[in-house]
Antibody, heavy 120, light 107 residues
Framework: QVHLVESGGAVVQPGRSLRLSCAAS????????MHWVRQAPGKGLEWVAV????????FYGDSVKGRFTISRDNSKNTLYLQMNSLSLEDAAVYYC?????????????WGQGTLVSVSS | DIQMTQSPSSLSASVGDRVTITCRTS??????LNWYQQKPGEAPKLLIY???SLQSGVPSRFSGSGSGADFTLTISSLQPEDFATYFC?????????FGPGSKVDIK
């Protein structure tokens, strides 16, 4: 079955960078679009970004556009999120998730998340 | 960006109750509306996609309906494992947006 394991969450200072990873297994990774979604403590869900199955397209949420970059390595079955210029508002659990299709149709399966804390 | 609202934001219900949650979008989104369930400390889980399609493995007591900009999630007979927070999400246009959530707890 689909298995997604996020890693890379840490405590970082404002203005610093961090890269999250998501290791995928149990499905043909290269055939599916992938998303990042975040959830601040005690808050709702915020969609962050999506990347097409072949990496040909990327789209971002307004609050992260220009600071975050989603990428993937289909040879390693791994999804990434490069986060630059982090602010207090970026503190959240970050989930990686599969799309149903090759691009962006809807989010189907979710990982358990990795926690990013931003503090001086 | 498409704005999402949900009502109620929270509700108390008993096992066996029929529960209805409403999601409204700031513009029409055709059939691109999905519902997720999240329990404390867990990742969200897909329940309904494309307004009314039941995700594999999800009990048939869950159903979705609606069109245009008004959508509904219905739980026909609430079970103990259904106490959770429910989120709608539009996938009509970028950026994809979620509703603020509706928490269902025990009366």
């Amino acid at each position: 079955q689909v298995h997604l394991v996020e890693s890379g969450g840490a405590v970082v200072q404002p203005g610093r960078s961090l890269r999250l990873s998501c290791a995928a297994s149990g499905f043909i990774f290269r055939n599916f679009g992938m998303h990042w979604v975040r959830q601040a403590p005690g808050k709702g869900l915020e969609w962050v970004a999506v990347i097409w199955s072949d990496g040909s397209n990327e789209f971002y949420g307004d609050s992260v556009k220009g600071r975050f970059t989603i990428s993937r390595d289909n040879s390693k079955n791994t999804l990434y999120l490069q986060m630059n210029s982090l602010s207090l508002e970026d503190a959240a659990v970050y989930y990686c998730a599969t799309d149903r299709g090759v691009g962006a149709t809807f989010i189907e399966y979710w990982g358990q998340g990795t926690l990013v804390s931003v503090s001086s | 960006d498409i704005q999402m609202t949900q009502s109620p934001s929270s509700l108390s219900a008993s096992v066996g109750d029929r529960v209805t949650i409403t999601c409204r979008t700031s513009q029409t989104i055709s059939g691109y509306l999905n519902w997720y369930q999240q329990k404390p400390g867990e990742a969200p889980k897909l329940l309904i996609y494309d307004v009314s399609s039941l995700q594999s493995g999800v009990p048939s007591r869950f159903s979705g309906s609606g069109s245009g900009a008004d959508f509904t999630l219905t739980i026909s007979s609430l079970q103990p494992e259904d106490f959770a927070t429910y989120f709608c999400q539009q996938t009509f246009s970028f950026p994809f947006t979620f509703g603020p959530g509706s928490k269902v707890d025990i009366k």
